[in-house]
């Protein structure tokens, strides 16, 4: 699995797995105590178990890690921390909505990532190791529950409920 391309598509998708699973920490810490921190709890802890299938898979697969595309990841999340914060302008509820939307996509994202591999799981003999069938499911069920409380969120966002 030392294909170059697949090097490069692992590395995108850390790097979203890094801002994600911050992300969804970040929404869970702001809204502890509240029904939307507990769905983020749970979700939360699955983000970062998916981020964690993603660094066992780049290990068994031999892919070097960019640590340009890692830190990028990092840094996009700590750079948006105010602006989903709602500190900046005040609305709380939007940076709520907006936060839950990039996260949403996000989760999109690691979904086409694992079923872009189930379409190539047997030419890498690393991904044998990895239960792609579970993981599509668990990606489509975090999607369903996101864009619920995203729905939610944005109803009391842009609707002023």
């Not at 105590?33 to 697969?61: H, N, Q, Y």
């Amino acid at each position: 699995m030392a294909d170059k391309a697949i090097d490069v598509y692992l590395n995108d998708h850390l790097a979203g797995a890094i801002f994600g699973s911050d992300l969804a920490e970040q929404i869970r810490d702001q809204h502890e105590g509240t029904p939307l921190g507990g769905v983020m709890k749970k979700l939360a802890a699955e983000i970062e178990e998916d981020r964690e299938v993603l660094l066992e898979l780049m290990e068994r697969a031999s892919t070097s890690r960019n640590p340009v595309k890692q830190a990028t990841g990092w840094l996009v999340e700590k750079a948006i921390r105010v602006k989903f914060s709602g500190a900046g302008s005040g609305e709380p509820d939007q940076g709520t909505f907006m936060a839950l939307e990039s996260l949403r996509l996000g989760v999109a994202g690691k979904k086409c990532l694992w079923l872009a591999l189930q379409q190539v799981s047997d030419k890498h003999k690393a991904l044998a190791s990895v239960d792609l069938p579970r993981m599509i499911d668990r990606a489509a069920a975090q999607e369903e529950t996101l864009e619920r409380e995203r729905m939610a969120a944005g109803a009391r966002a842009l609707g002023g409920d």
